[in-house]
Nanobody, 115 residues
């Protein structure tokens, strides 16, 4: 059984930075793309960033130029560096991998940006 465990969330002032980590276990990490999603209260879960096996990245328009996604295949960990944070970035952030039926989600980590 695979598992994804996120960490690094917290409370930060607008303009600040946070770095999220997602440690994977029980999955073929080095051969799968990884994604970060977020869900704010009352809103649908949305894709924030994705990184492919080869390091190709894509970002939601709302975070382009501010967020960076990276991966360490030795540590089976994917990272999300979030800079110039805005109050609208407040959400629970989830790690995701498209494996199995419905994919695999982590439990999420809360990010709160105060104005």
């Amino acid at each position: 059984q695979g598992e994804l465990v996120e960490s690094g969330g917290g409370l930060v002032q607008a303009g600040g930075s946070l770095s999220l980590s997602c440690a994977a276990s029980g999955i073929p990490f080095s051969s799968t793309g990884m994604g970060w999603y977020r869900q704010a209260p009352g809103k649908q879960r949305e894709l924030v960033a994705f990184i492919s096996v080869g390091g190709f990245t894509l970002f939601a328009d709302s975070v382009k130029g501010r967020f960076i996604i990276s991966r360490n295949n030795v540590k089976s960990t994917v990272y999300l560096q979030m800079n110039s944070l805005k109050p609208e970035d407040t959400a629970r952030y989830y790690c995701y991998v498209a494996l199995g039926v419905g994919g695999l989600w982590g439990q999420g980590t809360q990010v709160t940006v105060s104005s």
